[in-house]
């Protein structure tokens, strides 16, 4: 023999002892014994099988038909609903006393615009920090007339508006 086949032969003895191995884990979980396999292998199935209910099914086998549940009537809602519509009653003689323009809906995205105003304002003062160091900066370089720039773009802003 080869050691590819010796290979090969170990390999399916160690399956199959890891086959046996899980069965009998297996079984043991379930509750049966080793007796019990022996004698459901070679005996007739001693459990019943589970009976077939059918709901919304009718068979047409005779011996079926003893299984067919029985088909629940829907309740009468009548009176409850009655019942219901006398309470709505007197819950609009409440409503006529309150005031529904003083009730006004919030808008959709309050709460949103709730959660995040206090991250706008530390950025509004990293903004306005970075705007002036970056304006220091061309002043401290002297990139020609920054004054006249600023102006020149403030003048057009104040056109653009009219």
């Known amino acids: 023999m080869s050691t590819s086949e010796e290979k090969v032969g170990h390999l399916e003895e160690e399956a199959r002892k890891r086959k046996e191995r899980l069965l009998r884990l297996k079984r043991k979980a379930s509750g049966f014994s080793e007796e019990d396999d022996a004698d459901r292998h070679s005996a007739a199935p001693s459990m019943p099988l589970p009976k077939p209910v059918f709901r919304s099914y009718k068979p047409t086998d005779e011996g079926l038909a003893e299984n067919v549940m029985e088909r629940i ?16 009653k007197s819950y609009q003689l409440i409503s006529d006393q309150v005031d529904l323009t003083s009730l006004a809906p919030r808008k959709p995205d309050w709460d949103l615009k709730r959660d995040v105003t206090k991250k706008l304002e530390k950025l509004e003062k990293k903004t306005q920090q970075a705007i002036a160091q970056l ?26 508006e009219d």
């Open 73 to 88: 009537q829907p309740l009468d809602v009548d009176d409850q609903v009655k019942d219901q519509l006398e309470l709505g």
């Open 135 to 160: 304006i220091r900066e061309r002043l401290r370089s002297g990139e020609g007339n920054f004054a006249m720039a600023v102006n020149a773009g403030a003048t057009a802003e104040m056109v653009d």
